[in-house]
C-alpha cells in the first residue's frame, strides 16, 4: 500500500508540475476508454497515453509513469532510499505482470482447477492472501 501510495503522490505531482496538463493532451473519451479497459482486463488491458499511442499498463508503468513518479516525489523532498524502495515495489510488478488482483484471480482459477468450489476457491485465497500480507514480502514475488 505504501508503495502505491508513493507511486500515485509522485505521478500526480509530476503531472501537476507539467507545462501542459494531461487532460489537454487526451481526450475525455481516451481516458474513459482507458478506465473501461483497465477495470474490465487489469493488468492485460491496452491504454492510450498521449505520446505514446496504445500500450500496455505495465510497459505504460515502467517507460513513463516510473520516471514521473520518481521526479514528483523528488519535488516533494522525499528521500531517495525511500522513492528507491517504493518504486522498485512497482517496477517489479510491471517486470512479473503481477499485482494483487492477478495473483488473486490466479489462485482462485488454480483452487478451481485442483476441484474446489468457487466458494471454497475463493475463501480459500483469501485466506492465503491474509497469511501472505503479514509476510512483507511484495505480492509481485508471491509464487
Known sequence: ???????????????????????????????????????????DARLYWPGAGWISPDELTHRILLPHADHGLTLLGVDADVRDQLLTVIEGRCATKQNGASWQRRRVAERQSAGETRVDAIAGMLREYIDRMHSGDPVHTWD
Do not use: K
Not at 501537476?16 to 481516458?31: L, V, Y
Open 1 to 43: 500500500m505504501m508503495a502505491n501510495a508513493g507511486f500515485f503522490y509522485g505521478v500526480i505531482t509530476a503531472l501537476a508540475h507539467e507545462d501542459r496538463p494531461i487532460w489537454t493532451r487526451m481526450s475525455f473519451d481516451a481516458a474513459e476508454q482507458n478506465l473501461t479497459a483497465g477495470g474490465r482486463d487489469g493488468i
